[in-house]
Structures are given as C-alpha cells and as structure tokens.
C-alpha cells in the first residue's frame, strides 16, 4: 500500500537530513504505530504521506514514496487528498467553517462533487464516526475529544484508503483519547481503512497497532516490527513495558489485563524485606508547615455567562508541587489564568503572597506586571510565547522585560535539552521543543510560584523523565509548582499534591497517593497492574518487587 | 554522481518559452504604460478637455488593458512554474495588506503604500513586485482611495516601482547595507513617483498667466523640461519631499526585519527533487 524507497529529506535552511535513506513497506489495512524522541522526524514522515512535505515546507527531497502507487512529490497535498485523510496535531488549525456539518461538506465541495453525493457522504461520515449528535454544533463549543472526532469525519467524507494522524490524543483527557482511539480502531477494522498515527503516550495505544516504527533520530535506521519485538529493543516505553522489561517478565504484557497475571504472581513471591513506600511522605508533616503562598477563596468566574469556576477555594504553600486534574473544560486552565492575574474573579478573591517581604496582593487591584515579579506561567499552547528570532532572544526579552539584568541561562538551556537549538528560530522547532522553549523563557526570569499548563504535551518518556527531574530540583530549591495536567504517569511520578476539579469546583484535593490509589480513571498504570495503594511508579514497584542478584 | 536540480532550474531549462512570454508581457505592460504617459506630448494640439478631466476618454481603456495584462502575466508565471497556488495567496494577502497601509495617515504626501512593493520586489524578484504595486493601488483605489482617470497612471507608476526594486543588486550578505541601500532607494522613488506622476495631467493644463510652467504643443525637449522642472518645484516638490523622506526612514526602520520574514517564506516556496 505504502513503499518508502530511499527516501531522504532536509527542511529548508536545516543543516543535516531529518529523513535519511528510508526504506520499507506498509500493507494495506495496518494499524502502524510511529513512535521516537521529540524532533526525530516523526511529523516530517507523515507529511511526506500526502505530499505537505515537501509541497508545503520546502527543502530537499530525494528518494520515492508511493501511496497505492500514486507519488506525492509529483501531486501534491491536493492530488492526494481523496487517498489520505490526515488530521494535523491541533485540530482547530484544520477547521474552516463553524458548523460540524459544513465542515464535513467542506472538502467535498472543494472536490467539485454533485450535492446529492456530497449529503450522502456527510450522512456517512457522522454515522461512521459516531458524531451525528453533533451535526449542528458549533466547531468552537465543542470538548477536545469531540474536536479530534469531527476532524477525522471531515477527512473520512473523502473516502480515504490511509488515514494518518499527528499525535491526535496528545491535547485530550484519558476518557476522551479513549474515545478517539475506539474511533480508530473501529475504522480500521469495520472498513480495513489503513493507519498510521504518531503518539508519544504508548499506554494508550500499542495494545491496538498491529506495527510500530521506532524512529531514532540523527540519522539511525528506524525500526520495524510487532510491537513486543520493537518495545523490547528501545529505551522509550511507557511504564507498564518498563517494569516488565526490569523484571523479566515475557512475553511482554501490552495491556493492564496481560500484566495482572505477573503482578499476582510477583505478589505471592514478594521478596521479604523490601518495605513499601510510605503512603505520606515525611516532609508533609503538619507541624512545620510552610507559609501560604496563593490563597483562593470563593472564587467563580464565567465567560459570557457560562460558568467555568464556581465557589472554589484553596490554599498552595511555599515548596508544593500541585497537580491540577480534571476533564477536559474542568476549569483547570481557567483557574491557572486567575492566578496569574490573566483573568480576574467574578466573585471571590485570589491572594498572592510575595514570598520575601510576606505582603499579600490581591488579584482584583494588583497589575499583571506585580504579579509575574512572583508567578511564571507557560501557557498550554508555547506558540503563544514565541516571537523572537531565535531561542536566546526569547531567553533575553523575558529578563529584559522583567528589568533583570542578562543573565546567565547555559545551564537552564542544557537541562532542558535546548543548546544546540539557542540560536534557532523558536517557532520552526518541533511542538516538544518548542514546549520547552516556552518554559525556559519563563524560568529564566526565576519565579517564585510556576504554573504549567500541560507541560508534557509532545514530550517523550526520555524528555518527560528529564523535566520531571528538572521540576523536582527546581521544587526542592523553594519553588513552588502548579501544573494542570492529563498526564496521570506524570502526576504519579512528581506531584505530591492532586486538586481534582469537576465542572468548576474541587472535587477532591489531597495527597497524589491517596488520590491517585481512590480513583480509577487518574490511576497511574503500576497503581492499576498491582491495585496497590502504596504504588504508583515504576521505581516504586521496583523497590518493592526488585530481587537482588547480589 | 548525483546531479543537484533545482525546481526552479528545472522549470527555467523545460519552458524557456514560457518565461520569455512571461517578460514580454512585463515589457509589453511598461511600453503601454510609458506610451499612455508621453502620447498627449506628441498630439498636434492641446486637447480641449477640461483640467480635471485629463486622459477621461482613454483612462477606462487603459485600466482594462493593463488589469488583464498583468492577470496574464500571472497565468503565465504559473504556467511557467515561476509562481505557484502559495506565492499567489501571498500576493493576495501582501496586497490586501497593502491596500489598508495606504490608510495610515500622515503628513501631505507620507504613505506607507511603497514599503511592501519595494521589499517584496527586491526579495521576490520584479514580477512580483510589479504585481503587487499594480493591484495594491487597484485594491485601495476601491477600497475608497479615490476611482478616476489617474487611476491607471498610479497603477503602472506602483508597479515600476516593485519592477525596479527587482532589479537591484543581491545584497544577502550584509544585512545593514541593504537596509541603507533599499532606504535610499525609497528616497530616490519616492521623487521619481511624483515626477511621473504629474505627467498624466501635465499636458493637460494651461493656464495663459503662468505659460512658463506648463506644456504647449511643438515645445522642444529642453524647454519642455525648463518648464516642467518650474512646474515640479512649485507645486509637487515639497509634496514629494515628505513622501521620500518616509519612505527613507520607514525602509531604514523596516527593511530587514521585513526581508527576514519574507525571506523566511521564500524557503518554503520551492523544493528541489534530488536525483540518485
């Protein structure tokens, strides 16, 4: 269905080929998983399926892909367009029109198709895809699930044979990538539809995808295979297939279900001695609390009369690092903009304490300007934060606008993995890159209290693990983390504290262990596969589960 | 061996006709334009008409003429694979751009209008530049800037001035003296415009108390110039004077920043397919 033949490609000003030399098959009807670090090519691959790359990036292309024998060098993004449906990383830069219908109807008007055809695939679409609740929405009132499904009709109204999607759960909640993920792998097996989608969250998918392809990077041959024989051999695994591989287990559990005979097993032969974690940490004593940095107290605030925080209260102490969890629309971003004077209470208040002199500013008076002295926020998408010319600039303008002298910011770029892009153009670097751009530029500035708006998205396990790192140093110097997050591995790996909101109000509010163990849905997988409390990490399980050769 | 081809190249080898066509109707344009500037000059005597209502009769013609010519030389530039679906949508968009920039206000002459021909022709080479002065002005004469006679006359005057700015030397490689360069480019058009500018109606005008600055039929060339260098310093000197000043300072100002993102997008405009 899909041969790559020595297919090499370099972007436009790009210094070295981010594709070089690929060659292999896919088959019709596959379900292909493309995984790898961020910025090793995995968006540039899947462009090159329907000829955005090179026809819309520029640069240089040598070698041949055919889909179904057609090549997409020679036709371009439009001469392809009815055999590959592809459904971008942000589905709202792929919407045109406003309403669901029209925008399904959109590509087909495009393709000159008389409107008796056009209502029937429309009709088809919305069944297939199971949207047709939503035909007379608007676009921009529907959730992200709901978003990332109209894309996939809209692309489905064309009648491809491949459907390719960038990292189309990345910006969702568990239950909703759950849903656009039965999406797919219904597609793929009621109409043999062929896809290929790129992810960086593996839990959730590599129990469906009949192969993955492992892309490296700098220049190393991909690899191919089922996905057990591809996890086995790469460092990039989520932590179900981490543990197994540390503890031998084989063949290697893909699915909590496969993994819960070991985990019995495991169980019943507990080496003696290995203690359990303890379910509080020490540090969270109550004695000696720390002092109050943000206190909330019945706040609400609603845009146009819609609700989106209502009566919700908190206090977050110096030194906490606090998850914020919850559907998508929760009122998590909403919260992160009141508390950094973006957004202003209804009702209620919010108080920043500034943690040298102890003076509380409240947001309702206190300029955005006072309050970014304390609170760095790094917005869900990093666009919003880039527009200089080049990754130092960015670094540059953030103290110069905070009236700080230049600085020295070599260590903070290398630990984010970021040297050798500092004199790049920010907005050219993959979403992963670009994500921590963002960050740098706000961390360069030293803020007291850090709030991240899904800080994880587009990040792998490697680059996750390195940014779980850097945040607990940052925490354990005095800073104070707030994060809104789906990411529940993430969650189980730093935070010590879970706010849980629900339609705009706390829900829950406790230790990450107790949360994490009371909850099903933000479970983390370990805390699934053994039904321990005690256990949310790899390193946890490890710790408990680990015998020691010596 | 792998021999390296340029798209561009490749289009420039396989249709050399196609792009000798796609000069010619550059050429043939300015020729009509020039043409309908300087004909009034070699009419036997001077038109009856009134003042206001210099080139009535031909104006209409002559926006026609040159609106299909350069819709042709874009047809053409896109059979020719010298322009593509992305370059036209952002000429569209340079020249809606344009259009509104005409809008800002300022002192007498100050426009904003010849910023983006200027730059754009010099990074994206003369037919390009030519397009987007012509339809810029078209686009704002319509957007409430003014519909009449002299509507053509600004049109082909914009659009040399984008065909001009194409031709001057690639300075890529020092990023300060192409901004000084271009700044003083602006300033020597931002004359040149006015100069020729006047021209649509000069013939037209007369009046018997102040022969010494206007055009009578069967003048010689040197007084003709006499004449209208009298003509220029009264009326549209100190007119031109602010318009080239701040086309000077708003390109010294502009320039690179702009040609960095122009430039940014030409990367993206073509591709080039390696032979193995």
Known sequence: MIRFEHLSYRYPGADATILQDLSFEIAEGEFLLVMGPSGAGKSTLLRCLNGLVPHFYGGTVSGEVLVDGRDPVALGPRGMADLVGFVLQDPEAQFVVDRVEDELAFALENQGLPPILMRKRVEEALDQINIAHLRHRSVSTLSGGERQRVAIAAVMTLQPRVLVLDEPTSQLDPQAAEEVLDTLVKLNQDLGLTIILSEHRLERVVQYVDRILYFSGNGQRPILGEPRQVLSQVELTPPLITLAKALDWSPIPLTIKEGRRFARKAARHRPDGNKAPEATPPSQRRNDQPPVLISVKGLGFSYNGHPALQDLSLDVRRGEFVALMGRNGAGKTTLLKQLVGLLRPDQGRVQIVAPTSGAAMDTRKASVEEIIQYVGYVPQNPNALLFNDTVRQELDFTRHGHGLPPGEYEGLLDTLGLTEYASHYPRDLSVGERQRVALASILVAEPQVLLLDEPTRGLDYQQKASLVAFLQRERARGRTIIMATHDVELVANCADRVILLGDGQVVVDGPTRQVMSESLVFASQINKLFRDPALLTVEDALSLYATDAS | ????????????????????????????????????????????????????????????????????????????????????????????????????????????????????????????????????????????????????????????????????????????????????????????????????????????????GQSEMYWEPGLDLVSALQRYGVFYTFTSFWWDLLRAAGNFVLLLLFAAPVLRLLRRFQQRFFFEVRAT
């Open chain 2, 1 to 208: 061996m792998t021999a390296t081809r340029n798209r561009l190249a490749l289009v420039l080898d396989r249709f050399p006709l196609q792009r000798a066509l796609n000069a010619a109707i550059l050429v043939v344009a300015s020729l009509i334009g020039l043409g309908s500037f300087f004909y009034p000059f070699l009419l036997p005597q001077r038109s009856d008409q009134f003042n206001a209502m210099a080139h009535a009769q031909d104006a209409p013609l002559l926006f026609v003429v040159l609106v299909v010519l350069c819709l042709a030389a874009v047809l053409s530039s896109l059979a020719s694979g010298l322009m593509n679906a992305k370059l036209i949508a952002v000429l569209g968009i340079l020249t809606a751009a344009n259009a509104v920039l005409r809008g800002v206000p300022g002192p007498a002459g100050f426009t904003l209008i010849f910023l983006l021909p200027i730059v754009c022709g010099y990074a994206y080479g003369p037919t390009f530049g030519f397009l987007l002065g012509v339809f810029s002005l078209a686009v704002s004469a319509f957007l409430g800037f003014g519909v009449g006679p002299w509507l053509p006359y600004q049109m082909f005057s914009a659009g040399w001035v984008g065909l001009l700015s194409g031709c001057l030397p690639r300075l890529k490689r020092h990023p300060r003296a192409e901004a000084v360069m271009l700044a003083i480019w602006g300033l020597l058009l931002g004359f040149t415009f006015g100069v020729l500018m006047n021209l649509w109606f000069w013939p037209y005008v007369f009046s018997a």
